[in-house]
């Protein structure tokens, strides 16, 4: 017997814990040669005493110059941003962020989802300025040096845009990839000074209520951010994943506020107005205030909620054949840590728990896991996530209950709504093809 086939038969003993063969998280603690071993499309070799390594052409010569500023395999080219306006005409552009060719909790500075209105600006950092003014005792002005000075600090945190997964919106489920549906969401470890030691050397006025952050890009986005989050966790980020932040996410220095909608952690930040009511600026009473199904709108939604969303399998990854497969996904919560992630495999009728990857930090993405046996018959697969405030996804027709829908794609009629934040669904055919559906 091979030790494919003892893997197999072993994992075979383990019963499922929920429907369409589901297995119990612990089974990743039987080995992971043994789980290996068992997967399908995954075979174990035989030990290297048993066979001879080829000579392949690139270990018999020298390989290219180490380059003073690192690029990946020419064989990993195919892990790209998608980009709603390649030709950089004159409008807001898109890039998106392809979470089923990536795996892990980070996402590579290169690959980090981007929306900018009117392109990146090219900034010197040595001209650069942030002002902090208005209701504050002393008006300061910093420079990015001023500002490398200050003790820093590193905080993981994912930013997601307030039209992420507007798609799913639709009346009827468009097949897209996991990339075109929910790309607009990445996660980093970003770097720089807290913005509570600012604001505290400025001098806050007890009048003071708000903080009206601007952009340096030509549209000057401008959002009204409560005083109290800026004195939480707020961060003047300069750098993002150990590098400075990257153009297209703000350099050299950005907002940023964790669990937050996106387009309020303003890039290319230049400016801090202290005040004592929000600025109700353009883009946060046109733009941001998502229309609700009675004709009323949120005056202000900031916080991204419990989400989760499944990458492996998911559309574009066929699977092989009837037999084991690792369920995959990210997980995360503007309210905090995530503390459950629960996994179907009949459209929400079942549920086994998955392992989550540590560490598991606050406001930041959470790689969750589950093994499963597929027997080759159709099946929807689900996850559901949980956050350390005990809230909980929720599904579909919860939401569009909630804040509706439309009967065309979002590309068509714009956002009908923003902040999507309920269950995936993935329908697998017999030939293992993956669908979006809405169950």
């Not at 603690?29 to 005493?49: D, E, F, K, Q």
């Not at 890039?267 to 946060?284: A, C, H, I, N, S």
Request: aromatic share 8%; net charge positive; proline share 8%.
């Amino acid at each position: 017997m091979t030790p494919h086939e003892k893997a197999k038969r072993e994992l075979e003993r383990l019963a499922p814990v929920a429907g369409n063969g589901l297995l119990h998280r612990r089974a990743f603690l039987r080995g992971g040669a043994t789980l290996a071993g068992a997967m399908s499309a995954y075979r174990l070799v035989p030990s290297a005493s048993a066979q001879k390594l080829a000579d392949d052409p690139w270990s018999l010569a020298p390989g290219a110059a180490v380059p003073d500023y690192g690029v990946r395999s020419r064989f990993e080219n195919k892990v790209v941003r998608t980009l709603s306006n390649p030709k950089a005409e004159p409008r807001t552009q898109h890039a998106r962020t392809p979470h089923h060719l990536l795996n892990g909790t980070f996402t590579p500075n290169a690959l980090h989802f981007v929306i900018s209105h009117a392109g990146d600006p090219d900034i010197d950092p040595d001209k650069h300025r942030l002002v902090i003014h208005g209701l504050v005792k002393q008006p300061l002005v910093f420079t990015l040096d001023t500002l490398s000075r200050y003790p820093m600090v590193s905080r993981m945190a994912f930013v997601e845009c307030g039209g992420n997964s507007a798609p799913m919106f639709s009346n009827e489920p468009i097949q897209a990839s996991v990339q075109a549906l929910h790309g607009l969401v990445s996660c980093s470890e970003w770097t720089g000074v807290p913005l509570s030691s600012l604001l505290e050397e400025a001098g806050i006025d007890a009048k003071a209520k708000w903080i009206v952050a601007e952009g340096a890009d030509a549209p000057h986005l401008s959002r009204s951010v409560p005083l109290a989050k800026a004195l939480d966790d707020a961060m003047i980020a300069l750098y993002q994943n150990g590098e400075r932040v990257m153009p297209g996410n703000g350099y050299p220095m950005r907002l940023l506020l964790p669990g937050w909608e996106g387009n309020m952690n303003i890039k290319w930040v230049r400016r801090l107005q202290v005040t004592d009511q929000p600025g109700m600026t353009f883009y946060e009473a046109r733009t941001y205030a998502p229309i609700l199904p009675g004709g009323k709108a949120y005056r202000f939604y900031f916080i991204q909620e419990v989400k989760s969303f499944i990458t492996h399998p998911s559309p574009g990854l066929a699977l092989s054949g009837p037999g084991f497969y690792e369920i995959s996904g990210i997980a995360y919560s503007g309210n905090g840590r995530i503390s459950k992630v629960m996994v179907s495999a009949d459209g929400g009728q079942t549920w086994a728990q998955a392992a989550l990857q540590g560490p598991v930090h606050s406001k930041a993405f959470t790689r969750f896991r589950v093994p499963w046996r597929w027997d080759g018959g159709p099946v929807v697969l689900q996850s559901r996530a949980w956050d350390e405030a005990g809230n909980m996804q929720p599904t579909r027709s919860e939401l569009v209950a909630a804040r509706g829908q439309t009967a065309r794609p979002p590309a068509v009629t714009g956002f009908p709504s923003q902040h999507y934040n309920a269950i995936t669904s993935w329908a697998i055919e017999r030939g293992g093809e993956v669908r979006n559906v809405y169950a």
